[in-house]
């Protein structure tokens, strides 16, 4: 990227909205969460809200529920129907978004400091492997959607709660949890993938990258690698 192309892209970046929590907070939208973790399950508050040039400062998460919808990440459009899942790490342009009027999502949004928290509970990279740069869009069944209604239940339901000495505890095993339910599914569609005509070299480095982000395999050296 030249100077130009780094300067038109920060004066872009400077002059759209930001998408943080303080953001969220400011606009007064119906969520459940704390400052590190906002819930939304109904996006009617959501739909009021133009989301045109904002830039992403956290983790997002969403599963469609209902409905479709159109939307453009860092200038790639994405076509987004009931069961597809997409997450997006920080630093990321949403843009020119279109939806149905019976449109909803579970929308999960984390902030960095409590990704890297969580990042250092068990090992794993699913963290930041789970919000992959590709924003490949995956799609579920009915019976992984509705699990997915169950996790963001059991948030809430969590986040609404008194404090408790293993409230903490419980809402990383939940994330972690989910963690590896959207690492089977990224696993069954890279297996989906490698049923295709590819080379024995894409093949290869296919399996390399499912190798690194499973967490039941251990770590290799570069020698074994």
Request: glycine share 2%; with cysteine.
């Amino acid at each position: 990227m030249n100077f130009f192309l780094i300067f038109a892209w920060e004066k872009r970046k400077n002059s759209m909205e930001k998408l943080d929590f303080q953001a969220i907070v400011d606009s007064k939208l119906n969520f459940h969460g704390n400052e590190h973790i906002a819930i939304f399950n109904d996006f009617g508050d959501v739909r009021n809200h133009n989301i045109s040039d904002v830039l992403i400062e956290g983790f997002l998460f969403a599963v469609i529920t209902r409905g479709q919808a159109q939307l453009s990440v860092d200038d790639h459009t994405y076509q987004l129907k009931e069961g597809d899942v997409i997450t997006c790490k920080p630093r990321n342009i949403f843009e020119k978004s279109m939806m149905s009027m019976d449109f909803n999502a579970l929308v999960l949004f984390l902030s960095p400091e409590y990704v890297a928290q969580l990042s250092q509970m068990v090992r794993m990279e699913w963290t930041y492997s789970m919000f992959s740069s590709s924003h490949k869009i995956l799609h579920a069944d009915a019976m992984t959607v509705s699990r997915y209604r169950l996790y963001f239940d059991l948030l809430q339901n969590h986040l609404s709660s008194p404090d408790t000495s293993h409230k903490e505890l419980s809402l990383r095993l939940l994330f972690a949890s989910m963690a590896y339910d959207l690492q089977d599914l990224r696993k069954f569609h890279a297996e989906e993938l490698l049923h295709q005509t590819y080379s024995s070299a894409e093949n290869i480095l296919r399996q390399f990258m499912q190798h690194l982000h499973d967490p039941s395999q251990p770590y290799l050296n570069v020698c074994e690698y």
